[in-house]
T-cell receptor, first 112, second 111 residues
């Protein structure tokens, strides 16, 4: 069975600073994908970044980067230069065999 | 363009009443489709997924069922709602192995 763990229920970050959201995963399947989604209070799920298990380099998308450490089974999200609009819930997710499973999420609050 | 539609946006239903939530996808064929439920302040729980017409995989035993009567239509149903069925229901489709798109969700309150 696949498991995704996000140990930080909530985090506060100062505007313009960077923040790292932790995610660890567990699967015995060698082929998998790792995702991060943002969910604002409206409830929509916004795709942020993707990392494939065979990708050699860490994924980056604008201010988002994924710190992929395969041996440690971790896929932390780094948000650089935080903005007030980054305040939301963030979910780590893993795809194995077409099934996408989610962690419990981390609530990020950006302070001015 | 490829879009996903989910309705209604909000729903208040009495305990014991039936439920039908519909999700449709446009602009693609034979998509993988998914139903998730999210309790308040919690993560997303995968309820059902389908890789083709008439094919349904259930992840969690519960009071709900799903059907896929057409290629781009995915329906979530219940014959008798329970209080514990309250939550935020999200439909999603898989564009490719690294792309999932979610609908706007239905907030269901069972009273």
């Amino acid at each position: 069975a696949q498991k995704i763990t996000q140990t930080q229920p909530g985090m506060f970050v100062q505007e313009k600073e960077a923040v790292t959201l932790d995610c660890t995963y567990d699967t015995s399947d060698p082929s998998y994908g790792l995702f991060w989604y943002k969910q604002p209070s409206s409830g929509e799920m916004i795709f942020l970044i993707y990392q494939g298990s065979y990708d050699q380099q860490n994924a980056t998308e604008g201010r988002y980067s994924l710190n992929f450490q395969k041996a440690r089974k971790s896929a932390n999200l780094v948000i650089s230069a935080s903005q007030l609009g980054d305040s939301a819930m963030y979910f780590c997710a893993m795809r194995v065999n077409y099934k996408l499973s989610f962690g419990a999420g981390t609530t990020v609050t950006v302070r001015a | 363009s490829q879009t996903i539609h989910q309705w209604p946006a909000t729903l208040v239903q009495p305990v014991g009443s039936p439920l039908s939530l519909e999700c449709t996808v446009e602009g693609t064929s034979n998509p993988n489709l998914y139903w998730y439920r999210q309790a308040a302040g919690r993560g997303l729980q995968l309820l059902f997924y389908s890789v083709g017409i008439g094919q349904i995989s259930s992840e969690v035993p519960q009071n709900l069922s799903a059907s896929r009567p057409q290629d781009r239509q995915f329906i979530l149903s219940s014959k008798k709602l329970l209080l514990s069925d309250s939550g935020f229901y999200l439909c999603a489709w898989m564009k490719r192995l690294y792309g999932y798109t979610f609908g706007s969700g239905t907030r269901l309150t069972v009273v």
